[in-house]
């Protein structure tokens, strides 16, 4: 009983000590784009932070309310190296860099 109890500990803590996302997260209302007039469905998301490694929209992370798997590069990752190919990268007044996709946005890049 006693080894069954240290294994399941030990399981445990290894899973938690694996886990790469925020811990703190925050309810976002569902909303309407002004842009596009599309709904936005309510939903959790990471609190923000200078960073996108904990985010759960990041590989290898999920989002622990819904299981869906991150499918962004991280920051300063050789993925990262691919956004806006052929586009001009333009920075900011605080430094971040964006380039405008085929819609006339601004499609802001993952740090390099």
């Known amino acids: ?61 999920s989002n622990s309310y819904t299981g869906q798997k991150g499918y962004k590069a991280k920051d300063y990752s050789s993925g990262a190296n691919n956004y806006g190919s052929g586009k001009t990268i333009h920075t900011g007044s605080k430094g971040g860099q964006y380039y405008y996709n085929s819609k006339g946005n601004k499609t802001y890049v993952p740090k390099r």
């Open 1 to 61: 009983m006693k080894t069954l109890f240290l294994t399941l500990a030990f399981g445990l803590f290894s899973v938690i000590g694996y886990a790469q996302t925020n811990p703190n997260s925050r309810y976002q209302q569902g909303y309407t784009k002004k842009s596009t007039g599309t709904y936005v469905q309510p939903h959790y998301k990471t609190t923000t932070n200078k960073t996108n490694h904990d985010n759960y929209s990041t590989t290898p992370n």
